[in-house]
């Protein structure tokens, strides 16, 4: 069983909707992540959060926006999302600082569809 | 800045067959180095790592790989394959700067055949 869950597990949105993707860490995990995986792909870094700050943005369009509330949870807001931003957005965690080794503890995924 | 390249894209093997998957990676600083594997509808999971010491680690799932430092490699092994890893697999690497940053191959798909 893996120690970040992610929600939902399948969404399906239209573009001029608004939705969020939700991931959630117990593992005392002070760095949190967003990747985005297209079939076939390796994933994409889009965001790091190190202790709630946003610290690496990849250059990632307005129209996802990273949010840390609190050390174990990271939400991706969606808005005004393209057909090409299907894909599968998986959330990691890791160690932080000096212990950061690069280890990443993934979670199952969200799998979007714009419609 | 690091790179990594997978030198297969799909590996097809028969079931309780031998099987290498080959990674080499360039990079100006020391590294640490990942496997992962992904199953269909999953998210990533670790089959191992090498952060120092010895340089054949030993995985899940019966997996090892072998740091090789002078030809850039680390390529994942394993002496007889089951059905059930076929999957597919990506090798990263890491600076040792604690970036945070895990660059990864573009991934081996390895299909286990009966």
């Known amino acids: 069983d893996t120690e970040v869950t992610q929600t939902p597990k399948h969404l399906v949105m239209g573009m001029t909707n608004k939705k969020s993707l939700k991931c959630e860490q117990h593992?005392?995990?002070?760095?949190m992540y967003w990747y985005k995986q297209k079939a076939k792909k390796p994933p994409e870094l889009m965001f790091v959060y190190s202790y709630e700050k946003l610290s690496i943005n990849e250059s990632v369009p307005s129209r996802f926006s990273p949010e840390c509330p609190n050390s174990s949870l990271l939400n991706l807001h969606l808005h005004a999302l393209q057909p090409e931003d299907s894909a599968l957005y998986l959330c990691?965690?890791?160690?932080?600082?000096?212990?950061?080794?690069?280890?990443?503890?993934f979670g199952e995924g969200s799998r979007l569809t714009v419609l | 800045a690091q790179s990594v390249t997978q030198l297969d894209s799909q590996v097809p093997v028969f079931e309780e067959a031998p099987v290498e998957l080959r990674c080499n990676y360039s990079?100006?600083?020391?590294?640490?180095l990942f496997w992962y594997v992904q199953y269909p509808n999953q998210g990533l999971q670790l089959l191992l790592k090498y952060l120092s010491g010895s340089t054949l680690v030993k995985g899940i799932n019966g997996f090892e790989a072998e740091f090789n430092k002078s030809q850039t490699s680390f390529h994942l092994r394993k002496p007889s394959v089951h059905i059930s890893d076929t999957a597919e697999y990506f090798c990263?690497?890491?600076?040792?700067?604690?970036?945070?940053?895990?660059?990864f191959g573009q991934g081996t798909t390895l299909q286990v055949k009966p």
């Open positions: 990691a965690s890791s160690h932080s600082g000096a212990a950061n080794t690069g280890e990443l503890f």
């Open positions: 990079s100006s600083v020391s590294v640490y």
């Open positions: 990263a690497v890491s600076d040792q700067l604690n970036t945070g940053k895990l660059i």
């Open positions: 593992m005392g995990h002070r760095a």
